[in-house]
């Protein structure tokens, strides 16, 4: 069974991918397993965020790796808090982001803003690497829209998935159940075109 490297210590995210990538064979292991540096995540797009981390883990380990990266764009904020949505509310209110703060945060920001103008987007770039320099990275891209809340829904996912309600599933992300989640989420859905790829 093939061995690859998951750039991310983000729990969720992990059991979401394994569950993903059960049916390749592919053994899945945390990067936390092989070494606790970060990768400086200094790129200005998804894309090139998550070859940054997919290229660190397969220096610090010899192994193929997948890395993503994924956040929030909201059209009323500009596309705000895109590459930043993990850390979006670091400082807010004097304190460290949290996914409860980026919440508070997103909710305060859009205090007032119509329903018509609260569309936003989960977006997702999954990169393969089979060794650090790989010229040739695979890349799988995926985007699933939705509608801010005003209110927290829910107590499912991780992230803003509180605050998306999904017109087509009649929930927020965070009251769906986890196995439809990840077949129709955008990670589901960059993994997908980055599997089809490996295959």
Not at 25 to 39: I, K, M
Request: glycine fraction near 10%; proline fraction near 5%.
């Amino acid at each position: 069974m093939k061995t690859i490297v998951l750039a991310t210590g983000n729990a969720g995210k992990l059991a979401e991918m394994r569950e993903i990538l059960a049916p390749l064979a592919l053994s899945v292991q945390p990067q936390s397993g092989y070494f606790t540096e970060e990768a400086v995540e200094d790129g200005l797009s998804f894309i090139e965020n998550a070859l940054i981390k997919a290229r660190f883990a397969s220096e610090k380990t010899g192994l193929p790796s997948i890395a993503d990266d994924s956040g929030l764009e909201v059209d009323f904020l500009q596309g705000r808090p895109g590459i930043y949505s993990a850390r979006y509310s670091e400082g807010y209110q004097g304190q460290a982001a949290s996914d409860s703060l980026n919440n508070q945060k997103l909710v305060d920001e859009l205090d007032g803003v119509p329903t018509e103008n609260r569309q936003a987007c989960y977006y997702c770039a999954m990169v393969y690497v089979r060794h650090s320099e790989d010229p040739t990275p695979l890349i799988g891209l995926g985007q699933w829209c939705g509608t801010v809340l005003e209110a927290p829904s829910g107590t499912g996912g991780f992230g803003y998935d509180p605050l998306i309600w999904m017109a087509d599933e009649g929930c927020s992300v965070a009251e769906l159940p986890k196995t439809v989640k990840n077949k129709i989420s955008h990670r589901a859905k960059a993994l997908q075109a980055l599997v089809a790829q490996l295959k």
